[in-house]
């Protein structure tokens, strides 16, 4: 759908009473091949939101309350994920944890996500965040060192997600890291490295 018969479609379910009616042609109007401008998205995401639960069944849509861990900013992703959720027959209640509180809030049994009840519990972290000490091991050029960081790495992710499938059935979606841009060492002194940043952070 061209993108000005989407914006005529928002315009109309923003204005109209019922404009949930216009929900399936909206969601219909967002492509994989086309481009959407982002207002489009939010635009779309606040009638999501706007949403009554008696609304859902007959839009086709069930409600998934997810849960964001988080050490990274996930609100601008929020409307991609609810328009996009909503195509696939999920409507998407977010809730998002606080910056510097992911530990605290995975490990409290009586915490935020305990309260929150999720479905889904999406952990969405900064490498640094959780295996702070790595790119300092992959800047000696020691595997023992790499090898220890990506360990130790490992286990603050394995107890984190063990803390809350202690008190949670939430089913949990750990996002992986992002390769870095740029060699840590320089183009030749990562080539000749055994296990340069790239590939430690791609193990973990």
């Keep these: 759908m061209p993108s000005e018969g989407l914006s005529e479609l928002l315009t ?3 204005r109209e009473t019922e404009g949930s009616r216009h929900l399936p042609a909206i969601l ?3 492509s994989a091949t086309e481009t959407v401008l982002p207002t489009a998205y939010r635009r779309a ?12 069944a007959s839009l086709g849509l069930n ?15 929020l409307p991609y994920l609810m328009v996009w ?25 009586a915490g935020a996500i305990a309260q929150a009840k999720p479905e889904v519990v999406a952990i969405l972290l900064d490498r640094e965040d959780l295996a702070g000490n790595l790119t300092a ?3 000696t050029l020691d595997a023992d060192e790499v090898d220890a960081a990506i360990t130790q790495a490992v286990s603050r992710a394995t107890e984190i997600l063990s803390a809350i499938q202690r008190y949670s059935t939430a089913r949990v979606v750990f996002q992986g890291f992002v390769l870095p841009a740029y060699p840590l ?12 940043e790239s590939w430690a952070t791609a193990r973990l």
Excluded at 45 to 56: D, I, K, N, P
Excluded at 86 to 106: D, I, M, N
Aim: proline fraction near 4%; aromatic fraction near 10%.
């Design 63 to 77: 409600p998934l309350k997810t849960y964001f861990l988080r050490s990274v900013t996930v609100e601008t992703l």
């Design 185 to 196: 060492l320089g183009d030749i002194a990562d080539q000749e490295a055994v296990q340069d």
């Design 85 to 109: 959720g909503a195509r696939e027959g999920f409507l998407l209640r977010p809730e998002v944890g606080g910056y510097g509180s992911f530990v605290e809030e995975a490990m409290a049994p």
């Design 12 to 14: 109309a379910a923003e």
């Design 28 to 30: 219909e109007g967002f």
């Design 137 to 139: 091991a992959c800047a």
């Design 45 to 56: 995401s606040r009638l999501l939101t706007g949403l009554e639960e008696s609304q859902f």
